[in-house]
Nanobody
Framework: QVQLVESGGGLVQAGGSLRLSCAASGRIFSSYALGWFRQAPGKEREIVAAIRWSNGNTYYADSVKGRFTISRDNAKNTVYLQMNTLQPEDTAVYYC????????????????????WGQGTQVTVSS
């Protein structure tokens, strides 16, 4: 069983930056992928970024490419999401999730493949 706890959300002005952290308790095996998803009010949850735990390969949604960076610290069992040049449309609850058996790169962006979820952290970007 893996538990995920997000932190680092908050209120920021457009153009600003935030860094989210997701601390995982329990064993994270090399087969895992860790991802960040977000859900804005009235919208479906969507992938933001994901990372393969073993080799650090990454996956990004088109909407955040060049602005957001996902990274991991294997020793701390923590995954980060550095968010730069934030825009009001980035406002959402951000969730950390873990996928136990990553098979394909495409699966990194598939919400249905994730087994564990955190409670979420609110990110609000003001214009």
């Amino acid at each position: 069983q893996v538990q995920l706890v997000e932190s680092g959300g908050g209120l920021v002005q457009a153009g600003g930056s935030l860094r989210l952290s997701c601390a995982a308790s329990g064993r994270i095996f090399s087969s895992y992928a860790l991802g960040w998803f977000r859900q804005a009010p009235g919208k479906e949850r969507e992938i933001v970024a994901a990372i393969r735990w073993s080799n650090g390969n990454t996956y990004y949604a088109d909407s955040v490419k060049g602005r957001f960076t996902i990274s991991r610290d294997n020793a701390k069992n923590t995954v980060y999401l550095q968010m730069n040049t934030l825009q009001p449309e980035d406002t959402a609850v951000y969730y950390c999730a873990a996928q136990r058996y990553l098979i394909t790169v495409q699966a990194m962006g598939d919400m249905t493949m994730y087994n564990y979820w955190g409670q979420g952290t609110q990110v609000t970007v003001s214009s």
